[in-house]
Each structure stands twice: as structure tokens, then as C-alpha cells.
């Protein structure tokens, strides 16, 4: 073999290792970009899951649960494309249960003034409003929301917000009444009252209002009352 086979024969091995090379640093690429896809994906699951499952029924409207499903519902179908697992198998199943089922509704708690045991639910419950208004914001900035409904969707959560923050003004009052006494309660009730009444849009906080109005005309007979007997224990004047 003369030298000028020699010299193509080595530059082949070259050219073969090079692109031996290429392939490999290819493959490591790709291998990388799917294995970043899964992480998201999983990462975008677990954040659309957490709303899902914590976000407290009474303010998962049907809307917003709907748009929750369908989210995870595409989400978790990219997920099986790129890296298909019997758990991602399951998941896809019961999201599609959740969605035919539809929403059950939530009445508000009986006899009840606030729909939370305590503050710190309440206080819970705001958290999960404020990450529910974020998600929405970063799937249409996405492109993945149509900006019309993700503007309608936002409303409804910024009501249940104030919502929130207006059953937490009710934990205050019952809290004055049972430290300070009926009367300042009752300003603090009805100021409460015509803060939710603002809100009663289709009458969805009936339930509630009815509550309330129920206990400060309990509260209204209390006080007068209590008036009657204070002027019947004064002693008249000489």
C-alpha cells in the first residue's frame, strides 16, 4: 500500500471517528432535551395536580376545574408519548374519570357563618387562590389559554379571594363578640355582610348572607335586651 492509500485511509478513520462523534454528541443532545421534557412535564402535572386536589370545592368553579383537567389531561398524553410508564397510564385514566364525572356541588356548611373551621384554613385557602391566578396567568402567557377566557377565570378567582379575605373579617367579628360583646360585633357583622352581598353574583352566596342576617337579628334582639334590663335595674330618679 502506498503512501497515498495510507493518507486516504487514515483521513477515512477520521472522517468515520468524526462522525461517530457527531452521532454520539446527537444522541447525548437528544437524549438530554427528553429527559428536560419529562422533568417538565412532571413539574407542570404536579403544580396543575396540587391546585386540583387542595383548592377547596367550594371555589374550584366548574370552569376552572374544567380548564385544571384539561390541562393535566394534555400535559400527562405528552408525557406517555415521550416517555410512556403504566403510572402515567393510570393518571390519564382517572383524569378522564374526573372529567366525565363533572363537578359535584359544594353547599355552604349549614348553620354555619363562614365556610372555614379556622383561621388557618382560611389563611390556607388564600395561598391556593394566589398559585390558582398565577397558573392561569403563566399557561395563557404560554399561549396555551385564550387571553379572554383567562381574564374571565381570573375574576372568578379574585371574587373567591375576596371571599376569602371577607369570611377571615367574619372570624374577627365572632372573635369580638365573644371578647368585646354583641354590640361591637354587630357593626362588624354587618359591615361584613355588605361586603359579601357585593359579591353574590347569581346569588351564590344566598346560603351565606342568610347566615349571617340570621345572627345579627339574633344579636339585634340580644342587645335590646339587654337594654330593657338595664333600664329596668336603674333605679329611678328622686
Known amino acids: 500500500m502506498g503512501p497515498t492509500e495510507t493518507g486516504l485511509l487514515i483521513l477515512l478513520g477520521i472522517g468515520l471517528m468524526a462522525a461517530i462523534a457527531l452521532f454520539i454528541q446527537a444522541q447525548e443532545s437528544r437524549r438530554r432535551e427528553r429527559s428536560l421534557l419529562i422533568m417538565h412535564l412532571r413539574t407542570s402535572i404536579r403544580r396543575a395536580e396540587h391546585l386540583l386536589d387542595n ?14 383537567l384539561a390541562y393535566l389531561e394534555s400535559k400527562v398524553t405528552q408525557l406517555i408519548e415521550t416517555n410512556e410508564t403504566s403510572e402515567s397510564k393510570d393518571k390519564l385514566s382517572r383524569i378522564q374519570e374526573l372529567s366525565a364525572l363533572g363537578p359535584e356541588p359544594t353547599p355552604h356548611p349549614a348553620g354555619s357563618m363562614t365556610v372555614f373551621r379556622d383561621q388557618p384554613e382560611a389563611q390556607q385557602a388564600r395561598a391556593l387562590l394566589r398559585e390558582l391566578a398565577k397558573f392561569i396567568d ?24 375576596q371571599r376569602v379575605n371577607h369570611d377571615l373579617e367574619l372570624m374577627a367579628a365572632i372573635e369580638a363578640e365573644e371578647t368585646r360583646g354583641a ?29 349571617i342576617r340570621r345572627h345579627i337579628n339574633e344579636l339585634s334582639e340580644k342587645i335590646a335586651q339587654d337594654a330593657e334590663n338595664t333600664d329596668t335595674d336603674t333605679p329611678a330618679s328622686k
Open 55 to 68: 383548592t377547596p370545592a367550594i371555589f374550584l368553579t366548574p370552569e376552572i376545574r374544567k380548564l385544571l
Open 138 to 161: 403563566d399557561v395563557q402567557k404560554k399561549g396555551e389559554l385564550n387571553s379572554s377566557i383567562a381574564s374571565k377565570l381570573t375574576d372568578e378567582v379574585k371574587r373567591n379571594y
Open 183 to 211: 354590640k361591637v360585633a354587630a357593626h362588624y357583622y354587618r359591615h361584613c355582610y355588605s361586603n359579601l352581598q357585593k359579591l353574590n353574583i347569581n346569588q351564590i352566596l344566598d346560603r351565606q348572607l342568610f347566615e
